[in-house]
Nanobody, 126 residues
């Protein structure tokens, strides 16, 4: 089994920054990508960002492009999400996920991921 543990969430004022971490542990598997998703109250889970584990190529949702940066440290088995210029509409539970499969859609959909973390709350006050 693979465990993903997120950390770094919290309460921040609009315009502020947070850095989320996602540490992976457990059995080794061929990891193709890591991703971040979020779910606000009353809304469906939505794609935020993804990174290729081998190449480091990234992809972002339009709503966060230019403000959020996804990265990974392969030696530490950890993915990160640097969030700058936060807005109240960024308030959500943020989940990291790991994929062990090849994707034809760019890892933008939750069904492409095998393992999920428990989530970390991010609250942005206006």
């Amino acid at each position: 089994q693979v465990q993903l543990v997120e950390s770094g969430g919290g309460l921040v004022q609009a315009g502020g920054s947070l850095r989320l971490s996602c540490a992976a542990s457990g059995r080794t598997f061929s990891r193709y990508a890591m991703g971040w998703f979020r779910q606000a109250p009353g809304k469906e889970r939505e794609f935020v960002a993804t990174i290729s584990w081998s190449s480091g190529n990234t992809n972002y949702a339009d709503s966060v492009k230019g403000r959020f940066t996804i990265s990974r440290d392969t030696a530490k088995n950890t993915a990160y999400l640097q969030m700058n210029s936060l807005k109240p509409e960024d308030t959500a539970v943020y989940y990291c996920a790991a994929s062990g499969m090849r994707s034809v859609t760019g890892y933008r959909y939750s069904f492409e991921y095998d393992y999920w973390g428990q989530g970390t709350q991010v609250t942005v006050s206006s």
